[in-house]
């Protein structure tokens, strides 16, 4: 193995004096480190949550040291089979996910198989001052090392889908094919990072530091998970505002309008207290600081910058005034207690049929059931809780989602009768789906009540009690449902 | 009967929703009418809109023949237009109004398609009877009628016959059915004439309520009823009706007026079954429902007072009265309306942030008491130093102005009298703040009204 590493560096050296050497070199140099992906899963349809259908997704990753394989986490959510391929092509060896984490996006594979590491050799991730020259996206086609170029564009932090959990990425353009699922982004002998996803000619790549540092932290066995400001800010860039708050300070800093995002917990900041530096970085106007590795970045970046959940940062902020220095814990990007509950993904859909009613958590899962635009096509109503808080006596919603036609719930099969928010069950404050079957056990003189939310389409459904046993197994029969419920 | 058909030419001019003080430009168009009882010309709500002036083309006569809009329901996209030169009405009959046509029976529709200067006759037959949503207001549904008699552009506001009598007014079609176009029914038309005849345009009033059906039989024998009976349910009732007292939820309307309501909620009129909200649209504003409902397990006879509500208007399309705004500092504020947030293009809902189509479309059900009586909006900011560091300068909706919450139009000209210090702070409904010098936007008021040609600072 160290024989193969000496010469891959020679190689690397070469490379920079004879363009000519440089596609064989390259090829040589990536074969053995990259493996192809065959991943089968569960894809779940959150609207239909007992239908469990097969899906499978091919992608790429990278072996490092340790016998390990790195990739991005995506596709890997409810996999039930990976399956890994070295060399582009022949034999198929079963890996197993060791670790993933969605937040990160990344995931780390091993494989069994001892005959799998031979012939293969792990790849050297980049260092900070390596990350912008001489990109080339590289994976397996067709048995073949496949390379394109790749420019680099800039540094930039994003966010989840539906939360704020921050991560740093590199932007940079390419004509690479449907890239986007794990291709190593490399220059010269170094992988720069993971593709992660690529809209138009623009690819995300996780950078290397930011996959070395989460590794190590790992390793460590004191990785835990990703942390975030839990607060929303605005641009201090108009004079006019930071005087009506008496800043008196030198320009710079954001406002914050939102302390905390989430409902029951406390934060030191206040509303309206202006944010000057995190951690020593001056933050300007626009809400950007200037990171040594990565230049002017958002702010949102300090929450990972070398830190991790529980981690704490410290602020220096404009108060009452004057400057003070207060210290901030990161909380964990778990974002699991949302009104809009977006739970850590390799979870099935969980559900209750009563009498043909299907109630569903209203999660992030489900309102991305209406694609990957579902802001825009998912029914309004509903999108619109992501934005609203909840309150302690409904810290979460539930919806009736669709209803399952039968005899017995006839009257209620119509549109207007699909995605309402219940409110209340036989009197009883719905929160979860618990909360719907400790309610079917108290029907109100011989009836099951169910109240929607005020302004809903229909505001109220009213069952048979006695009868929604008999019901409930002709309905599990005529639609082919194993179980009625899953609540895990 | 072609004879008292006409011809209608208008000029006519819109606002622009986001420039408030600005029109588009001239638009000329065509559309149809005929002249009824009173000597005057009956025609579309849709016809007149914005209308600068109005001509009118007799049949076979070259003359111009001016005219003005003496009553307009956009609601129920219907117009009465006035003539004052003397001689036009001469040897032109008033066109009579009948009732409902039957299904399958056959009628004609007239007037002067395509921009056309020749009268045009289709005939067909009515294919069937039922509510429809108005397309011109957009957000309300009235009874009409449909057929396969082709009603293209410039029939609008023209008569459909049947045996000599005006049976409807041609008034929309559907894009992409073929041999499908909509007429104006003769009740929806009377009540209109009716409603006007004291000289004032008073609407179609409304009960308040939402009817669902009533067919489940767990929720029958809930409320008492026989599984298979009649009779609808009232699922929910607007906050005014609620305070009232007069019907409440899980109410059971049997029957509106002489008309049994089905567990479908429908009525069966003149041997069409048609939503039994037609039957609300009856009376006129101010007269009394008569419906017989179901409540406690017994049968009740109530009256409902029939009132109009005008807190629906902003969600569906305005006419005729220009927006209302007020500009101060290049700050454009202007009432939250479904024509403001159409200039954000096709895709508006996808355009507007939610705390907007909310508050248009569902605060007032959700949560009335939070309602505000008129949404403000901050629809563009006019660029001047005074301003220019303001990032949130446009599409956003206020929520209060140096502490005042805003209701109304007038409140935002209130709160930027107000305020003890040296700036004023707008906070939006997103949590957003900005602010501006007090001093320095009173001075550059003026001038920025006079670089972007604004007349008056405010419309109330």
């Not at chain 1, 009506?244 to 914050?256: H, I, M, P």
């Not at chain 1, 309402?420 to 056990?441: F, M, P, Y």
């Not at chain 2, 957003?432 to 001038?447: F, H, I, R, Y």
Request: glycine share 8%; proline share 5%; charged share 20%.
């Amino acid at each position: 193995m160290k024989i193969k590493t000496h010469f891959l560096l020679l190689a690397a050296i070469f490379t920079a004096a004879s363009p000519a050497f440089c596609q064989e070199s390259l090829d040589a140099r990536w074969q053995s480190s990259i493996v192809n992906f065959d991943i089968t899963r569960n894809n779940f349809n959150f609207r239909v949550p007992w239908d469990k259908r097969a899906d499978s997704a091919r992608k790429t990753g990278a072996i490092i040291n340790g016998k390990v394989i790195v990739t991005t986490a995506n596709r890997l959510a409810n996999h039930t089979l990976v399956r890994l391929q070295k060399g582009g092509r022949g034999q198929w060896y079963t890996g197993q996910v060791e670790w993933v984490d969605y937040q990160a996006n990344l995931a780390v594979v091993r494989v069994a198989d001892p005959s799998f590491w031979e012939g293969t050799a792990p790849v050297r991730l980049a260092s900070l001052n390596e990350l912008k020259g001489n990109l080339q996206i590289v994976r397996w086609r067709s048995g073949n090392i496949e390379q394109r170029a790749a420019e680099f564009s800039r540094f930039t932090v994003a966010d989840a889908n539906f939360n704020q959990a921050p991560r740093i990425e590199m932007k940079a353009s390419s004509e690479m094919e449907g890239a986007g699922r794990g291709e190593l982004l490399v220059s010269g002998a170094r992988v720069v990072g993971l593709v992660a996803s690529k809209t138009g000619s623009t690819c995300s790549v996780i950078p290397s530091p930011f996959i070395e540092s989460v590794l190590k932290q790992r390793a460590s066995g004191d990785y835990k998970g990703l942390g975030f400001f839990d607060f929303i800010w605005q641009p201090a860039s108009n004079p006019a505002t930071t005087k009506y708050f008496e800043f008196s300070g030198q320009t710079g800093g954001v406002l914050l309008i939102k302390p905390t995002t989430r409902p029951g917990t406390s934060s030191p900041l206040k509303l309206h207290d202006i944010i000057l530096a995190v951690d020593g970085f001056p933050i300007d106007i626009q809400g950007d600081y200037l990171d040594p590795d990565y230049g002017h970045v958002i702010m949102e970046y300090l929450a990972c910058r070398n830190k991790w959940a529980g981690d704490t940062v410290q602020l220096k902020i404009w108060r009452d005034g004057r400057e003070q220095e207060i210290d901030y814990v990161l909380p964990k990007a778990d974002f699991t207690s949302n009104l809009v509950t977006d739970r850590p993904d390799d979870t099935e859909p969980t559900y209750v049929i009563a009498g043909g009613l299907v109630f569903v958590p209203l999660s992030a899962e489900f309102l991305s059931s209406w694609g990957a635009d579902w802001q825009r096509t998912a029914p309004f109503r509903l999108v619109h809780y992501n934005n609203q808080k909840a309150n302690e006596n409904q810290p979460s919603l539930v919806v009736l989602s669709l209803v399952l036609p039968d005899r017995y719930n006839i009257g209620y099969q119509k549109r207007n009768s699909h995605n309402l928010v219940i409110d209340r069950a036989n009197g009883r404050q719905i929160s979860k789906l618990n909360d719907v079957l400790e309610a079917l056990k108290t029907p109100q003189e011989g009836f099951h009540v169910f109240e929607f939310k005020k302004g809903s389409s229909m505001e109220k459904i009213i069952l048979d009690a006695e009868r929604m046993p008999e019901a409930n197994q002709r309905i599990a029969k005529r639609y082919n449902i194993e179980r009625l419920q899953k609540l895990k | 009967m072609g004879r008292s058909v006409v011809q209608v030419l208008v000029y006519s001019q819109s606002p622009i929703w986001d420039a408030p003080w600005r029109n588009k430009p001239v638009a000329s168009s065509s559309g149809s009418g005929f002249v009824i009882d009173g000597e005057r010309v009956m025609t579309n709500a849709h016809v007149v809109s914005w209308a600068k002036q109005i001509v009118l083309r007799r049949f076979q006569d070259p003359r111009p023949w001016l005219a003005r809009v003496e009553y307009v329901s956009h609601e129920c996209d219907l117009a009465v237009l006035k003539v004052d030169t003397p001689g036009f009405f001469d040897q032109l009959e008033p066109l009579p109004i009948g009732g409902l046509p039957k299904v399958q029976s056959t009628v004609v529709t007239c007037g002067y398609p395509a921009g056309g200067q020749q009268i045009s006759y289709t005939r067909g037959v009515v294919s069937r009877v039922e509510m429809q949503n108005y397309v011109h207001i957009g957000n309300k549904a009235f009874l009409s009628v449909q057929t396969d008699a082709a009603i293209n552009p410039g029939n609008s506001g023209g008569p459909v016959f049947q045996d000599k009598v005006v049976v409807g007014v041609a008034f929309m079609g559907t894009p992409g059915l073929e041999n499908t176009g909509f007429f104006i029914p003769s009740a929806v038309i009377n009540h209109f004439l009716k409603d006007v005849s004291d000289g004032e345009l008073d609407g179609f009033p409304k009960a308040g309520v939402r009817i669902v059906s009533l067919q489940n039989p767990a929720y029958r024998r809930y409320l008492g009823l026989s599984p298979t009976g009649d009779g609808a349910r009232i699922d929910s009732l607007t906050d005014q009706t609620e305070k009232t007292g007069i019907l409440k939820k899980d109410d059971v309307i049997l029957a509106v007026g002489e008309y049994p309501v089905g567990s479908d909620g429908t009525i069966l009129l003149e041997g069409n079954r048609v939503y039994c909200t037609t039957a609300f649209q009856v009376p006129q504003r101010g007269e009394e429902l008569k419906l017989t409902i179901w409540r406690g397990k017994k049968e009740l006879k109530v009256a409902v007072p029939m009132e109009v509500f005008g807190d629906e208007m902003n969600t569906g399309n305005l006419y005729d009265a220009p927006p209302r705004y007020f500009v101060f500092a290049g700050l454009v504020f202007t009432p939250l309306t479904l024509d403001y947030v159409k200039t954000f293009g096709r895709n508006w809902r996808s355009v507007a942030n939610s705390e907007m189509v909310y508050e248009l479309y569902y605060r007032r059900n959700e949560t009335p008491a939070k309602v505000r009586k008129e949404p403000i909006v901050l629809a563009a900011t006019l660029a001047h130093p005074v301003n220019a560091d303001m990032r949130l300068a446009s599409r956003a909706m206020i929520d209060t102005i140096n502490g005042k919450r805003i209701e109304s139009l007038e409140d935002v000209i209130t709160a930027l009298g107000r305020g003890s210090k040296p700036q004023h702070i707008i906070k939006f409904a997103s949590g957003t703040v900005e602010c501006l010098d007090k001093t320095q936007a009173e001075l550059a008021n003026p001038g920025i009204l006079e670089t972007y040609g604004i007349k008056a600072d405010r419309r109330l």
